[in-house]
C-alpha cells in the first residue's frame, strides 16, 4: 500500500514501479491520497490490481484537526485491505501516516519514502524544536527509511540513532531514459524552462528576474507549472504573461515533449529538495541545467560538464552561466554530457529494482 500526498506524484514519478510491483511481483497496490480536487490536474490511471482511495482533506495545509476525517477514512481503508507494506511519503502521510498504519495493521512492514524536506518538514533542520520531537515520536513505528540525499539520511539518523540499519538511500526516484529523450537541435529552440509547482519557495521569482535580464534577446521563456490552492494567485501567473516575460505558465500533460521543445532548464529552487526528478527528467532529455547551488542539488548535475551551479539572487549571475551554452560546440558537449549522465545514473528499472527490494524486504 501506498500512502501519499496527492494525486500528482503518484501519476507523474510513481506509475513504473506500481505497474512493476503488480506484473513482476504479484502484488495487489493500494494508493491512497489525500484529496487533491483544488489541483484538479490528475486523475488516477486504470491498471488491474491497482486500488484507489480518496482520502479527503488538504495534503498542502499544516497537519490539524481537519485531517481527522482523512486519517479516519486511511485507518479503514487499511483494515479492510490489510496490506502487508505500507509505505508513506511526502510530508502529511510521513508524519501522520506510521502510528495510524500501526493501529490499524500491527504486523505490516512500514516504510517512510522521504523525498527531500521541503518547506512542510524543514523544521527537522532545528536540533532543538519542538516539531522535530513530535515527529520522532509519530515516525517511531517506521521500519525502514529511504532517503535521497545524505545530508536528508543524516537529519532521520539523528532522530532514529536506533534504525542506523534501517536507513537506505537511492539516487532519486528514477526516469524512464526512452520516454525521455533529446529532441532535434535543442539549441535552436533558444528556450529556457521551469518546471515545478507555482509556489514561491520553488524560485520563479528569479526565473522572473532572469527574463527580465534578458530583454532584447533571443532567448525565450516558459513555465510548466502547477497552480495549487497555496500557491502564486492565477491574477500574478495573468500579470506575467500580460508583461510578456514568459510565453506560457500552465500545467503540461506531455513532459517529454515540453523538454523536447526547450534548450536548457532553470532550476533556482529554494525548497529543501531531495534529488529533483525534473532535474533528471531534463538531463536525459538533452538540457543543460543552470542548478542553485545548494549542498543538496550539487549532487544533481555534473558541474561544468552537464550544467552549471549558480549561486547568489542576481539574474546576471545566471545570464553569464547561459552564455557559456550558447555556442554551438559546447552547447553540444553539454548536451551529450546530459544525456549520458541521466542514463547511467538515473535509470528507473535500476532504482525501481533497489526500491521494491527494500519494500518486500523480508
Not at 102 to 110: D, E, K, Q, S, V
Not at 141 to 155: F, H, K, M, Y
Not at 229 to 242: T, Y
Request: proline share 7%.
Amino acid at each position: 500500500m501506498f500512502v501519499g500526498g496527492s494525486l500528482m506524484p503518484f501519476c507523474r514519478f510513481r506509475r513504473a514501479l506500481i505497474e512493476r510491483l503488480v506484473r513482476d511481483h504479484d502484488c495487489r497496490v493500494i494508493c491512497a491520497y489525500w484529496g487533491d480536487r483544488a489541483d484538479g490536474f490528475f486523475a488516477p490511471f486504470d491498471l488491474e490490481g491497482v486500488v484507489w482511495q480518496d482520502l479527503g482533506g488538504d495534503h498542502a495545509s499544516p497537519p490539524g484537526i481537519a485531517d481527522l476525517p482523512p486519517l479516519a477514512r486511511l485507518f479503514r481503508t487499511i483494515r479492510r485491505h490489510r496490506p502487508d507494506v505500507i509505505c508513506c511519503f511526502n510530508a502529511k502521510p510521513i508524519a501522520l501516516g506510521p502510528r495510524i498504519a500501526r493501529l490499524a495493521r500491527p504486523g505490516a512492514r512500514i516504510v517512510a519514502l522521504m523525498e527531500g524536506l521541503g518547506s512542510a518538514l524543514s523544521f527537522l533542520l532545528d536540533a532543538s524544536g519542538p516539531k522535530r520531537r513530535v515527529f520522532r515520536t509519530l515516525t517511531r513505528p517506521v521500519d525502514r527509511w529511504v532517503l535521497l540525499n545524505d545530508r536528508d539520511a543524516g537529519v532521520i539518523l539523528d532522530l532514529h540513532p536506533q534504525r542506523r540499519e534501517s536507513i537506505s538511500t537511492l539516487p532519486g526516484i528514477g526516469i524512464d531514459p526512452d520516454h525521455f529523450s533529446p529532441g532535434p537541435d535543442l539549441l535552436a529552440q533558444r528556450r529556457l524552462i521551469f518546471v515545478g509547482r507555482l509556489v514561491p519557495e520553488k524560485g520563479i521569482d528569479m526565473f522572473l528576474a532572469l527574463a527580465r535580464h534578458l530583454r532584447g534577446s533571443d532567448w525565450r521563456l516558459a513555465a510548466a507549472g502547477l497552480p495549487t490552492s497555496h500557491g502564486i494567485a492565477p491574477a500574478e501567473i495573468e500579470s506575467w504573461l500580460r508583461e510578456g516575460l514568459l510565453e506560457s505558465c500552465a500545467p503540461v500533460h506531455d513532459m517529454a515533449a515540453f523538454y523536447r521543445r526547450a534548450s536548457v532548464l532553470v532550476f533556482p529552487s529554494r525548497y529543501e529538495e531531495g534529488l529533483p526528478a525534473v532535474i533528471m527528467e531534463a538531463q536525459a532529455s538533452g538540457l543543460p541545467c543552470l542548478v542553485r547551488d545548494t549542498p543538496v542539488l550539487r549532487g544533481t548535475i555534473r558541474h561544468g560538464e552537464t550544467g552549471f551551479l549558480v549561486s547568489g539572487e542576481d539574474p546576471s549571475d545566471w545570464a553569464a552561466a547561459l552564455k557559456w551554452l550558447e555556442e554551438p560546440a559546447t552547447f553540444a558537449a553539454f548536451s551529450a554530457a546530459a544525456r549520458r549522465h541521466a542514463v547511467e545514473q538515473f535509470d528507473q528499472d535500476r532504482i525501481n529494482a533497489r526500491l521494491i527490494g527494500l519494500l518486500l524486504q523480508a
